[in-house]
Nanobody
Framework: VQLQAFGGGLVRAGGSLRLSCAAS?????MGWFRQAPGKEREFVSA????????RYADSVKGRFTISRDNGKNTVYLQMNSLKREDTAVYYC?????????????????WGQGTEVTVSS
């Protein structure tokens, strides 16, 4: 499975962005991770194969929403009330299992990343 993430950009604090991750084929559990400059990659959100289960990092709960459209083989990350600390390269990932996971080692396919910069 090949994944392509897009939708990043420059936004002011308090603004919104929607990231998309398009897959070349059918996917199961999907996730979003991010890596800020000088930091390790961290979990952001995950969604199960049919969208009925989601998981979020505490730092984004209530602000970010993950969803998917299996007809389009696409997963979305709606990011609202963005903060400067959300600045990072965001990666989407896919795993060969039905449910969600927050450990990046449980993902098998990765997209190339899309950069999000939040300014003050």
């Amino acid at each position: 499975v090949q994944l392509q993430a897009f939708g990043g950009g420059l936004v002011r604090a308090g603004g919104s962005l929607r990231l998309s991750c398009a897959a070349s084929g059918r996917t199961f559990g999907m996730g979003w991770f991010r890596q800020a400059p000088g930091k390790e990659r961290e979990f952001v959100s995950a969604v199960s194969w049919n969208g009925d289960r989601t998981r979020y990092a505490d730092s984004v709960k209530g602000r970010f929403t993950i969803s998917r459209d299996n007809g389009k083989n696409t997963v979305y990350l709606q990011m609202n009330s963005l903060k400067r600390e959300d600045t990072a390269v965001y990666y989407c990932a896919s795993r060969r299992a039905w449910l969600t996971a927050s450990n990046e080692n449980e993902y098998h396919y990765w997209g190339q990343g899309t950069e999000v910069t939040v300014s003050s």
